[in-house]
């Protein structure tokens, strides 16, 4: 089945320095990517919809050029959170589609825990 | 407004007994997908079960079932036989529009088994 990597699974970093989240497809290209935020007890909001050669589309209140996506490739999407911040501590999930309707075509990674200390 | 709504933050269930956790959804596409998650301690997110808007019939998953009611926006999942592994948070998500990839997610529900 499709497999969606994420690296790194955590990463601890000191305020005020920036820190890249890559979510790679292995099997499949995915056209689109999609970038999550959870913080502890809540739900996953969507923080971006990346797609393959374009800039980023970021949903309201999202700040672009904190969070900085690339989508070089069909199979490399990248989070960089720039002068991070404790209140930036989350949990960062990525998803993939290879763009095709259907059930279960997102397949998620296994996300990145951030903390700012 | 709310897309998706999961009201119960938390159940507590026993060991093999079913569970239904709840689900309601509020879009005017007639086109939409409807999605569960289990998401562990671990974090990951796993696919559970995916109810399409214009499907006729229920879906399955081995021991999840979609309770879908259209017309009340509901679209419940249920775990027969509750398994010790089964204790993790649900979500609830939505896909709205035919093409889209988007899903926005509901508030979840913890589920704890109980021996």
């Known amino acids: 089945g499709a497999v969606v990597s994420q690296h790194p699974s955590w990463v601890i970093c000191k305020s005020g320095t920036s820190v890249k989240i890559e979510c790679r497809s292995l099997?499949?290209?995915?056209?689109?990517m999609f970038w999550y935020r959870q913080f502890p007890k809540q739900s996953l909001m969507l923080m971006a919809t990346?797609?393959?050669?374009?800039?980023?589309?970021?949903e309201q209140g999202v700040e672009k050029d904190k969070f900085l996506i690339n989508h070089a490739s069909l199979t490399l999407s990248t989070l960089t959170v720039t002068s991070a911040h404790p209140e930036d501590s989350s949990f960062y999930i990525c998803?993939?589609?290879?763009?095709?309707?259907?059930?279960?075509?997102?397949?998620f990674g296994a996300g990145s825990r951030l903390t700012v200390l | 407004a709310q897309k998706i709504t999961q009201t119960q933050p938390g159940m507590f269930v026993q060991e093999k007994e079913a569970v239904t956790l709840d689900c309601t959804y509020d879009?005017?596409?007639?086109?939409?997908?409807l999605f569960w998650y289990k998401q562990p301690s671990s974090g990951e997110m796993i696919f559970l079960i995916y109810?399409?808007?214009?499907?006729?019939q229920n879906a399955t998953e081995g021991r999840y079932s979609l309770n879908f009611q259209k017309a009340r926006k509901s679209a419940n999942l249920v775990i027969s036989a509750s398994q010790l592994g089964d204790s993790a948070m649900y979500f609830c998500?939505?896909?709205?529009?035919?093409?889209?990839?988007?899903?926005?997610f509901g508030q979840g529900t913890r589920l704890t088994i109980n021996p």
């Open positions: 998803s993939a589609t290879a763009g095709s309707s259907g059930a279960n075509v997102l397949t």
């Open positions: 990346s797609n393959e050669g374009s800039k980023a589309t970021y």
């Open positions: 998500a939505m896909r709205e529009g035919r093409g889209a990839q988007k899903l926005v």
């Open positions: 879009t005017s596409d007639p086109s939409y997908g």
């Open positions: 099997d499949f290209q995915a056209t689109t």
């Open positions: 109810q399409g808007s214009y499907d006729q």
